[in-house]
């Protein structure tokens, strides 16, 4: 153990704990699965915070409509102070004499008012639309997620890919040394191994770039700190089944969130007619007030009696003349809905070919998974059998390097594949929902 003398005891345990800091392992970097790569792109993504914040407030606005149906109490406490002039009244008549005092509870509400119930239920619909909305955010959030994932995870295996086939065309490099000292080999068939070499090394570095690339991209949206360390878990190899056409379509046809939208929206849109047509219908309101209205504050005047008491009162309001812009109004709203109706066919429409594009697409990314698996074996068996042939000196260099070349571009073609189809499947429950 080495002793610090003649340094301050401060500086000293400073220089001890950095030296016990640099001695302990790095921690390993975070390995997230789909799953939990999805949670936190729900802490941290903006589209999808946004649209739950919209969907929040729109939930409001529905508590504050009904709230608006209901009778509302309030309390009144007032002071009004008349300069006098010699009579009971005082300056102003309408004060009823110089000092004047309210204390009262009101109660106020609507005995018939179909505005306010329309806007209540376009309200609800409003919030209804909003959700959707989140949905479809949600929804694409995963979409997003899906292909950031997949992309790291075809760049690892493609980083993996180039690093092995470094390896092999080291190995080559040492069979045609061999070869060579044996008398077996020309040098240009070293010289070509070289080359390939190298050619390997370059492209073993940019897929490590590739890998980093990808890495922050989706660090940004999974963490506040996009310099996290961290990778993913590669699941390729057990992506689910396709389901049936019928039964994909029939889901989509009940949990498609575009869909609910555009008919929340018709329905909020239907409930806007009401509100406008409402405004030609009267209204019925009523009041009732308890408490003290007099000269004196106090529960009894000079004269004994009582100070304290209740009124109510009914209030009816007929609309009879408006220049024709209730009339408008209901024509505006009435425009608004076939808007809404004719957004409603198009997004039916654009569903039902917007499922079978993203069906077929799945279909044939699927369907290619094991040829491309084949693939992959057939050329790693073409490898094995030109190397052989070229230790016998049946063939050239060049096989080998195409045979080498061969593979690894199958390995690629099939992470590709593999990831295609994976992402066929989450554009698929975009409009479907998980199956």
Not at 123 to 137: G, H, W
Not at 202 to 214: C, N, P, T, V
Not at 216 to 240: C, G, K, M, Y
Request: glycine content about 6%; charged content about 20%; hydrophobic content about 45%.
């Amino acid at each position: 153990m080495v002793s610090l003398p003649h340094l301050p005891l401060g500086l000293a345990l400073g220089l001890a704990l950095s030296s016990a800091c640099l001695a302990q392992p790095a921690a390993p970097p975070l390995k997230l699965t789909l799953q939990q790569a999805i949670d936190r792109a729900r802490q941290y993504g903006p589209t999808f915070i946004a649209a739950n914040l919209a969907a929040a407030s729109a939930h409001e606005d529905a508590v504050q409509a009904k709230a608006a149906l209901l009778p509302g109490v309030g309390a009144l406490s007032q002071f009004i102070y008349t300069q006098p002039n010699g009579t009971p009244t005082g300056v102003f008549v309408s004060n009823d004499g110089p000092h004047v005092y309210n204390q009262q509870a009101m109660v106020h509400g609507d005995l018939f008012a179909p505005g306010k119930r329309a806007d209540y239920h376009r309200a609800l619909a409003a919030e209804a639309v909003a959700r959707a909305k989140a949905d479809v955010a949600a929804r694409g959030l995963v979409a997003v997620v899906v292909q950031d994932y997949y992309a790291m995870v075809v760049a690892e295996r493609k980083l993996a890919n180039a690093q092995r086939a470094l390896r092999e065309a080291r190995q080559f490099l040492d069979v045609t040394e061999q070869q060579e000292r044996g008398g077996e080999a020309a040098h240009s068939d070293v010289i070509k191994a070289q080359i390939q070499v190298e050619q390997r090394q370059r492209d073993a570095e940019d897929g490590q770039l590739a890998l980093d690339k990808a890495r922050l991209a989706f660090a940004v949206l999974l963490f506040p700190d996009f310099r996290q360390d961290f990778t993913v878990e590669d699941d390729l190899d057990s992506a689910a089944a396709l389901p049936p056409f019928p039964q994909v379509q029939d889901m989509a046809g009940r949990n498609n969130p575009d869909l609910r939208t555009a008919q929340a929206a018709v329905e909020q849109q239907t409930h806007v007619v009401e509100s406008a047509r409402a405004a030609l219908l009267p209204t019925l309101s009523f009041d009732y007030f308890f408490g003290i209205n007099a000269n004196q504050f106090a529960v009894h005047n000079l004269d004994q009696r009582n100070n304290l008491g209740s009124v109510a009162q009914a209030e009816l309001t007929v609309p009879l003349w408006t220049w024709g812009a209730a009339r408008s109004k209901i024509r505006q709203a009435q425009i608004g809905l076939e808007q809404a109706r004719n957004d409603l066919s198009f997004t039916q429409r654009q569903l039902l070919s917007t499922l079978q594009a993203f069906y077929q697409e799945a279909q044939v990314a699927g369907s290619q998974v094991d040829s491309l698996k084949r693939s992959v074996e057939l050329s790693a068996e073409s490898l094995r059998l030109t190397l052989l042939r070229y230790r016998a000196g049946e063939v050239t260099v060049l096989e080998v390097v195409d045979a080498q070349t061969t593979l690894t571009q199958a390995r690629n073609a099939r992470a590709d594949g593999l990831a295609r189809y994976r992402l066929a499947l989450a554009e698929l429950q975009t409009l479907t929902g998980a199956f």
